[in-house]
Nanobody, 122 residues
Framework: QVQLVESGGGLVQTGGSLRLSCAAS????????MAWFRQAPGKEREFVST????????YYADSVKGRFTISRDNAKNTVFLQMNSLKPEDTAVYYC???????????????WGQGTQVTVSS
């Protein structure tokens, strides 16, 4: 069992930056692929980024490629999402997820956090 708690969301102006963190409980954190998804009001949850267990394999949605960076610290049971050059369309609730392998499909993740709100003002 893995419990995930996101933090770091907030209100930022267009072009600004935020760093999201996801702290995981449990000794097996390093065995899981981790991912970030987001859900804007009235829209379906969408894939943002994923990272494999060792951190040497990452993948990004085209909409965030070049602006967002995912990373992890297995010693601290934490995954991060550095978000730069934020745009109003990045406004959403951001969710952290853990699963067996890096995939862009939400069904591939077994554990989810409660989400953290990111709002980008224009």
């Amino acid at each position: 069992q893995v419990q995930l708690v996101e933090s770091g969301g907030g209100l930022v102006q267009t072009g600004g930056s935020l760093r999201l963190s996801c702290a995981a409980s449990g000794r097996t954190f390093s065995l899981y692929a981790m991912a970030w998804f987001r859900q804007a009001p009235g829209k379906e949850r969408e894939f943002v980024s994923t990272i494999n267990w060792s951190g040497d394999n990452t993948y990004y949605a085209d909409s965030v490629k070049g602006r967002f960076t995912i990373s992890r610290d297995n010693a601290k049971n934490t995954v991060f999402l550095q978000m730069n050059s934020l745009k109003p369309e990045d406004t959403a609730v951001y969710y952290c997820a853990a699963g067996g392998g890096p995939t862009l499909y939400s069904t591939g993740y077994d554990y989810w956090g409660q989400g953290t709100q990111v709002t980008v003002s224009s």
